[in-house]
């Protein structure tokens, strides 16, 4: 299976400010990440895919690159709403594995 | 607007068995495959199984594989997922997820999910 190693765990910031999210697949996997926004208590959320296509609906402070192993989700001017959980997830290959999830908290 | 609604969570003993449902509305729902995703308390996702639109193309992860049957009644907008000899580690919030392009297997994202059933597996 391929593994997905989110980092941090956990980022405190502020609204206003910039935060990267890092994602890293154990194997090449081109483009094929997608990233999910989960705030507690609700289901997940499609933000990006293929690396980086926003999904329709999506701010454009949201913003995601890489390709191969190693993927970023960028967000910019960061909202109240976007206090959450992200998580990557690889869509190279079954299963389709998650990382273990960055928390973005005040 | 896209709606998924899980349903049949509870507490259960293990060793058991529990089918769970998600009732889907606004969309075509037979012409897109569809995802079982869960979460255990605290703990991140997990993906365990995935649906063809017309219900002939099945997968699991090894985690579930010949224990859950995921299923589709495309005339009741459904998917249903058959969960037997359910252990303690089978606790979790059980998402139903659809896929972003269509009716078959694809690399590619989930683009909308439910808010979940929880699952109690008591030992």
Request: charged share 20%; glycine share 10%.
């Amino acid at each position: 299976d391929i593994q997905m190693t989110q980092s941090p765990s956990s980022v405190s910031a502020s609204v206003g400010d910039r935060v990267t999210l890092t994602c890293r697949a154990s194997q090449d996997i081109a483009i094929w990440v997608t990233w999910y926004q989960q705030r507690p208590g609700e289901g997940p959320k499609l933000l990006i895919y293929r690396a980086s296509v926003l999904h329709s609906g999506v701010p454009a402070r949201f913003s995601g690159s890489g390709s191969g192993t190693d993927f970023t989700l960028t967000i910019t001017n960061l909202q109240p709403d976007d206090f959450a959980t992200y998580y990557c997830q690889q869509a190279n290959s079954l299963p389709r594995t998650f990382g273990q999830g960055t928390k973005v908290e005040i | 607007e896209v709606q998924l609604l899980e349903s049949g969570g509870g507490l259960i003993q293990a060793g058991e068995s529990l089918r769970i449902s998600c009732a889907a509305s606004g969309f075509t729902f037979s012409d897109y495959a569809m995802n079982w995703v869960r979460q255990a308390p605290g703990k991140g996702l997990e993906w365990i199984s995935f649906v063809s639109s017309g219900g002939v193309r099945t997968y699991y992860a090894d985690s579930v594989k010949d224990r859950f049957t995921i299923s589709r009644d495309n005339s009741k907008n459904t998917v249903y997922l058959q969960m037997d000899r359910l252990r303690a580690e089978d606790t979790a919030i059980y998402y139903c997820a659809k896929d972003r392009l269509g009716p078959t297997f694809s690399y590619d994202a989930f683009d909308y999910w439910g808010q979940g059933t929880l699952v109690t597996v008591s030992s």
